[in-house]
């Protein structure tokens, strides 16, 4: 629900400041007008300090719009709405592979093959990892991350053992599950890099400490995307990336709350579902 109330109060944040522009018959952040068609990157961690106050309640300021127009992005008109749409998990896949310091080489292994994990898939291979390894315990994600390039696909409730024969450079952990957690250690090798992306449900989970220490093991955590859209853009604009596949179903917008319960209400038939305006 957290995710769907930001994506609300960024959609009405986007329209306050198109209608402020429009009202004063200029445009919205160098170029773009009401009506245009843009994003937003809604960028983590947040920087307070260059978001000024609201003197009054309700009102929006020239400063307050100049501090964010760094912020909006107009995608070009080759695009579909659907691939606009999905600049954010993209971004989420690009900022993750940053952290991961993904290099030409890395054996990497992603830890669930939902859209974020499937985007890690993406921008893995674009930086050069020599082998991605993808694990699920839904054949259907699993298909799709083969589809996409993973050089190989494990179902960790009917192979699970298959998963530990060897270990990787690089784990980017999205499932968010207590088990996966304490599976990023394990597959780890000596010096390897750990991402910790999912969150559990769970605020405290196991992990073996002595493998963190012996084997030497960085292990950081990754939070939605910061400073990630031009490199989004760009790669979308070479067509670097499939974001399409990830679509497994469109709906109305009088349709909207039928697609948030869609995906987890068909895990083996959905990845991603979209609301069309």
């Not at 760094?70 to 008109?77: A, M, R, V």
């Not at 067509?239 to 596949?245: A, D, I, T």
Request: with cysteine.
């Amino acid at each position: 629900m957290d995710s769907i109330i930001l994506g609300i109060l960024v959609a009405l944040a986007v329209w306050l400041f198109m209608k402020h522009r429009q009202g004063n018959g200029g445009s919205l952040f160098g170029g773009l007008f009401s009506g245009s068609r843009s994003q937003v990157e809604h960028k983590s961690p947040p920087k307070q300090r260059d978001m000024p106050r609201i003197g009054t309640p309700g009102t929006i300021t020239d400063e307050q719009i100049n501090a964010l127009k760094g912020n909006f992005f107009e995608p070009t008109k080759k695009w579909s709405f659907e691939e606009a749409a999905l600049i954010e998990p993209l971004s989420v896949g690009i900022h993750v592979a940053r952290r991961a310091n993904i290099q030409r080489g890395d054996r990497v292994v992603i830890l669930g093959a939902g859209p974020i994990g499937i985007m890690c898939l993406e921008t893995s291979l674009i930086r050069g990892a020599l082998e991605v390894t993808v694990t699920d315990v839904v054949d259907f994600r699993l298909a799709k991350a083969e589809d996409l390039g993973a050089t190989e696909i494990i179902n960790v409730k009917t192979a699970s053992t298959e998963l530990y024969a060897k270990t990787f450079d690089k784990v980017i952990q999205t499932a968010g599950t207590s088990e996966t957690y304490g599976q990023g250690l394990a597959l780890a090798a000596r010096g390897g890099r750990i991402v910790q992306v999912g969150h559990p449900f769970a605020q405290h989970v196991p992990i073996d400490a002595s493998l963190l220490i012996s084997k030497e093991l960085d292990m950081v955590g990754s939070y939605r995307y910061t400073n990630t859209y031009p490199e989004a853009i760009s790669l979308i604009n070479a067509r670097k990336v499939h974001l399409k596949p990830l679509i497994s179903k469109s709906f109305s917008l009088e349709e909207v709350k039928k697609a948030l319960e869609y995906p987890k209400q068909h895990p083996d038939s959905c990845i991603k579902a979209v609301v069309r305006f």
